[in-house]
């Protein structure tokens, strides 16, 4: 349990960083600059946290207890994670086979609406706002929650998850093109809902709005 508080702790400062981007509290500069510091410090703390507790809990569900062992290359280094299952470890290279075959497209939906969102708060607080930041908020969820919900869900689409299983004779390791640390603080099935409930609620949001 304390494992677990601590995980959902190192969380927290994700969906921090995104209230700041989006509602931006301390005014569009200093929201901005805020965001970002914790963004490039939260690796810091959330990466070796991962390497301490990688070898006894499950990457899939955050469970700890016995395990089986696979690599996975992230973060230019290969981390040995652990499942308390090997359906979990199947659930868990599912996911991860997805996203790194679809890593470009999963990529642009996520940063590409993030880069548009940070230049135009800041050129907002240069004082030459691009377009309403009610407006660029929106599109950033919109787009987001499309990209996090398809990677949450496709996966695990009964034709694909077949179509994705390795093959008895894989013994390649995992690979994760985006912070893997992430994903391991709540367990990725338990990010996966994250992604799939706030995802839904935005994209209902941003249709809302639109109409």
Do not use: E, Y
Request: charged share 10%; hydrophobic share 60%; with cysteine.
């Amino acid at each position: 349990m304390g494992i677990a508080l601590h995980g959902l702790f190192l969380f927290l400062f994700i969906p921090l960083v995104l209230f700041l981007f989006l509602r931006q509290p301390l005014g569009p500069g200093w929201s901005v600059a805020a965001g970002l510091a914790i963004m490039a410090g939260h690796r810091f703390v959330a990466a070796p946290w991962m390497a301490k507790f990688a070898d006894v809990r499950c990457l899939w569900c955050g469970r700890v207890g016995p395990a089986t062992r696979f690599d996975v290359q992230a973060s230019g280094r290969t981390w040995t994670m652990s499942a308390c299952s090997k359906a979990h470890a199947v659930s868990a290279g599912l996911f991860l086979r997805f996203v790194s075959r679809f890593r470009v497209a999963i990529g642009l939906g996520i940063f590409l609406p993030l880069g548009w969102l940070l230049v135009a708060s800041l050129a907002g607080a240069a004082g030459h706002p691009l377009l309403p930041h009610d407006l660029n908020a929106l599109a950033f969820r919109v787009v987001v929650a499309a990209t996090v919900v398809s990677a949450a869900v496709i996966p695990f689409l009964p034709g694909r998850a077949a179509a994705t299983r390795p093959a008895r004779t894989d013994t390649a390791p995992l690979s994760c093109p985006f912070p893997l640390h992430n994903l391991f603080l709540l367990g990725v099935r338990n990010t996966l809902w994250v992604f799939r409930l706030v995802g839904a609620w935005w994209l209902v949001d941003g249709l809302r709005r639109l109409l």
